[in-house]
């Protein structure tokens, strides 16, 4: 008797955490294609994890949209598209554009992982006149800066509870990026960055059944 008691609640242990599971696989199934993604970011330039204190000395933001890569209306893959400006006061202002390809798993109820691999163009601007010597005097090339190659990697977590009516996901991310140039002194520029968002649908969606 002991022992069939034993089986049941062996059972049951077993078996609630698959049906929920099975019940919050929505969490990666109740998605749209091309939500508004929009947030606001830290950066840092410089190596990463080294002063993470100094991510929130620059702020930004970010805006873009992402579509799924398995799916309509799944999003454990996804292929997002991301335009941003950053202020820095003492190495110049950035603007970028990238894309990125993100693994998005469920890790428990509505709760997803983040892991996201990139490649885009940051344009670096300078953050006063540069100037250049050139027959025997200084010229002022302007703050507009140089186009870089742009590798974005990153890890975070989200939030994807879904109700009828707007589309709402926030996420926190962070990012390690690295700016590469063939004609610059460094050739490789580290940055890191950490940004709150959300991906949102403003308009009435159907309810998810």
């Not at 742009?150 to 990026?177: C, D, M, Q, R, W």
Request: charged fraction near 15%; proline fraction near 5%; charge should be positive.
């Amino acid at each position: 008797m002991k022992v069939k008691i034993l089986l049941l609640a062996l059972m049951l242990a077993v078996g609630i955490p698959i049906v929920r599971a099975q019940q919050n696989s929505n969490a990666i199934r109740a998605y749209r294609n091309f939500p508004i993604v929009v947030g606001v970011q830290f950066q840092s330039i410089g190596r990463p994890f080294k002063t993470f204190k100094a991510n929130f000395a620059n702020p930004g933001f970010r805006i873009g949209t992402e579509v799924s890569l398995t799916g309509r209306q799944k999003q454990d893959w996804a292929q997002a598209f991301t335009i941003g400006w950053n202020y820095n006061k003492h190495s110049g202002n950035s603007f970028v554009a990238f894309t990125q390809t993100i693994y998005r798993p469920v890790v428990v109820g509505d709760f997803l992982a983040d892991i996201r691999l990139g490649i885009g163009l940051t344009r670096n601007m300078h953050p006063s006149g540069a100037w250049q010597q050139a027959s025997g005097s200084l010229d002022n090339k302007g703050s507009w800066g140089k186009t870089m190659l742009l590798i974005p990697t990153g890890i975070g977590v989200g939030y994807n509870g879904y109700h009828s009516g707007t589309y709402f996901s926030p996420f926190a991310t962070y990012e390690v990026l690295a700016a590469i140039s063939c004609k610059h002194i460094i050739p490789v520029l580290p940055a890191s960055s950490l940004q709150v968002g959300a991906r949102l649908y403003p308009f009435s969606l159907s309810e998810r059944k």
